[in-house]
């Protein structure tokens, strides 16, 4: 499955959550409880989604199965080392064709994060 992670396209096909016996801590988690880890990893590295796309793509394949009808998740910390409450969370449910849309003009090199910021997370609602 295709994820928009702030301003990349990732997948979450090769994620296995019951690797290592993880599996009961996931499916005890709530989706709070996976909003808050996500707060703190961003907290921590404002940039996650590019500089750690493995730990990136856990987190988006845990809201996607905390939240189904989740395809795309934004944090945003104002600096690196701020508080997770510091940290601005959107979520939204993007339409097949629209990350399609999304993940071709990632390949192609098309896709930056001004074009995201404009077609995405400004019509999506704080």
């Known amino acids: 499955m295709l994820?928009?992670?702030?301003?990349?396209?990732?997948?979450?096909?090769?994620?296995?959550?019951?690797?290592?016996?993880?599996?009961a801590q996931v499916a005890g988690l709530s989706i709070d409880a996976v909003v808050r880890l996500g707060r703190e990893m961003f907290a921590a590295n404002p940039t996650l989604h590019r500089v750690r796309p493995d730990k990136a793509q856990r987190l988006a394949a845990l809201i996607h199965?905390?939240?189904?009808?989740?395809?795309?998740a934004w944090?945003?910390?104002?600096?690196?080392?701020?508080?997770?409450?510091?940290?601005?969370?959107?979520?939204?449910?993007?339409?097949?064709d629209v990350m399609a849309d999304l993940y071709?003009?990632?390949?192609?090199?098309?896709?930056?994060?001004d074009a995201v910021e404009r077609a995405i997370w400004r019509r999506v609602a704080a």
Not at 78 to 94: D, I, M, Q, Y
Not at 104 to 113: I, N, T
Request: glycine fraction near 6%; proline fraction near 7%.
């Open 75 to 96: 944090f945003s910390a104002p600096r690196p080392g701020c508080a997770p409450a510091e940290v601005k969370t959107k979520f939204a449910s993007l339409a097949v």
């Open 104 to 113: 071709r003009r990632q390949r192609d090199g098309e896709l930056d994060a």
């Open 65 to 72: 199965l905390k939240a189904p009808d989740v395809n795309a």
């Open 3 to 23: 994820f928009l992670l702030n301003d990349a396209v990732i997948s979450t096909a090769t994620v296995n959550l019951a690797k290592d016996g993880m599996g």
